[in-house]
């Protein structure tokens, strides 16, 4: 009996329209479309649930216009940011907004700056002068994210503290205020380019303001 199962069984293995089936249940991956997406460094998560950043998007659109014009040290700071970015993606920390990526950015500017003094104290003038093509690449992509206007953040914190004020009363925290403004279902801030830590000052102030309570 099982030598008769056996035969069956290599029977049924060896037909060829069998195989074809039990092959077109099987996922590959190919080898070599795999290694061209991680080798380009352009794609976003495909598990991301938003659009990519519209930095994110800019950046990706020059690396490909420093590729056609060789453009080396634009080519040098956009392929290093974007990496990073890439890199992040798989981690607990994505980088999912400008903001981020301008974070990204003033941490790698401020490691050329510390290349550039390394160079200048051994005498490199050529590495500096490479590095300092670097920064000023750098600086071209932090000054082209427009940031939250101070005044228009206040307006926004001043709503919302008065009508904390008036649910909870006068001992709302300010923890409490930026979680209400951040909060990803409804925020009035979320997703909008500022600096938390003027954020921070604002929320402070307002909560210590007469007007804040009336």
Same mark, same amino acid.
């Given at each position: =009996?099982?030598?008769? #199962?056996?035969?069956?069984? &290599?029977?049924?293995?060896?037909?060829? /329209?069998?195989?074809?089936?039990?092959? #077109? *249940?099987?996922?590959? %991956?190919?080898?070599?479309? *795999?290694?061209?997406? *991680?080798?380009?460094?352009?794609?976003?998560?495909?598990?991301?649930?938003?659009?990519?950043? &519209?930095?994110? %998007?800019?950046?990706?659109?020059?690396?490909?216009?420093? =590729? /056609?014009?060789?453009?080396?040290?634009?080519?040098?700071?956009?392929?290093?940011?974007?990496?990073?970015?890439?890199?992040? $993606?798989?981690? #607990?920390?994505?980088?999912?907004?400008?903001?981020?990526?301008?974070? +990204?950015?003033?941490?790698?500017?401020?490691?050329?700056? %510390? $290349?550039?003094?390394? $160079?200048?104290?051994?005498?490199?003038?050529?590495?500096? $002068?490479?590095?300092?093509?670097?920064?000023?690449?750098?600086?071209?992509?932090?000054?082209?994210?427009?940031? =939250?206007?101070?005044?228009?953040?206040?307006?926004?914190? /001043? %709503?919302?503290?008065?009508?904390?004020?008036?649910?909870?009363?006068?001992?709302?925290?300010?923890?409490?205020?930026?979680?209400?403004?951040?909060?990803?279902?409804?925020?009035?801030? #979320?997703?909008?380019?500022?600096? /938390?830590?003027?954020?921070?000052?604002?929320?402070?102030?307002? +909560?210590?303001?007469?007007?804040?309570?009336?």
């Amino acid at each position: =009996m099982l030598e008769k #199962s056996s035969s069956s069984i &290599s029977t049924i293995m060896a037909s060829p /329209r069998t195989t074809r089936l039990l092959f #077109s *249940t099987q996922k590959y %991956t190919c080898a070599r479309c *795999t290694t061209r997406a *991680t080798a380009s460094g352009l794609r976003w998560s495909s598990t991301a649930s938003t659009e990519p950043p &519209s930095l994110l %998007t800019k950046l990706k659109a020059d690396l490909k216009a420093a =590729m /056609r014009a060789k453009d080396t040290a634009r080519l040098s700071v956009l392929r290093g940011t974007i990496s990073e970015i890439n890199q992040a $993606a798989s981690s #607990s920390t994505p980088i999912t907004n400008d903001l981020q990526i301008l974070s +990204l950015l003033k941490k790698r500017r401020s490691a050329t700056q %510390t $290349a550039i003094d390394e $160079a200048k104290a051994a005498n490199r003038e050529d590495l500096a $002068a490479k590095n300092e093509t670097e920064i000023t690449i750098i600086d071209e992509y932090t000054a082209s994210v427009k940031m =939250m206007d101070a005044a228009e953040m206040r307006q926004i914190v /001043r %709503t919302e503290v008065i009508a904390l004020k008036a649910a909870e009363g006068d001992s709302v925290k300010p923890g409490v205020v930026m979680k209400h403004l951040l909060k990803e279902d409804g925020g009035p801030l #979320s997703g909008k380019t500022l600096d /938390r830590k003027i954020l921070s000052e604002l929320v402070r102030e307002e +909560l210590a303001s007469n007007h804040a309570a009336s």
